[in-house]
């Protein structure tokens, strides 16, 4: 390798591998993070020491440096192309494991024990379109019992059912909705969560992704006879039997 002049080029011409990464538009950018790092290498290593690091560590350095700029990074979109490729999507099959022995429980049934509820499967739906299902907690316990009532029909997306994608951190994940309801006039996807995580960041990533996949799902069922998609987002703690669908998706919905 041939040396460089600045340390801080070691750095910089890393950072230039990545495809997202302009350096005639961030010039100044690249030099002022490259700066910060040797800064800290020559904090306690001599100069010599320094350069060697950066010499056969230039990849991973500027790869962790990639890192922490996409934790910033923003982006201003123009506009999106929409593509439907399908008109309807199977119901993907559901797997479910229970201990041996353990019978189908009757989802209207309170659950003493609440911490035994992510082993237990149960069943006795009217309106789901399976006929058993799982719960992570009572709260999802009875917003079953709540779709049950007040939907046409109702389920638990088995994972890769929708293709939502949200960024976090540095990373792309994929979300499944915890419910999916129908009724007359509106398709519903439903998301109970603690009170205490509703304005968690990784919560409103997810929300801002569905309710985005929901305006575009909107736009093209309206324009072929379909429902409107929205999306809710519930507090746990005001979810009771007692409740309506039609009073929680008022409060709660995103349209």
Known sequence: MQPEQRLEDYVVRGLMDFDDISYDDHADLLYDLAGQLVRHLRSYLSEEDARNVLIYYQQPIAAFVHAQMQAHQWERATGYDVVVSKGF???????????????????????????????MLFGGFQRCLYSLQKFDSDT?????????????????????????????????HDYQPDFVAEITDCIYMLEPKARNEMTGLEVLAKKDAAVTWCARATAHTLSNGGKPWKYVLIPHDVIAENMT????????SFA
Request: proline residues 7%.
């Open 140 to 172: 999802e316990r009875r917003l079953a019992i709540i779709l049950d009532r007040d939907s046409q029909k109702w389920f638990r997306p088995a994972p890769g059912q929708f293709r939502i994608s949200y960024k976090h951190g540095v990373s792309q």
């Open 89 to 119: 999507t199977a119901l993907k099959p559901c797997a479910y494991t229970a201990r041996d022995g353990e019978p189908v429980h009757d989802f209207r049934q309170t659950v003493e024990d609440r911490t035994r509820i992510p082993q």
């Open 245 to 252: 669908l039609a009073g929680l998706v008022k409060e709660f």
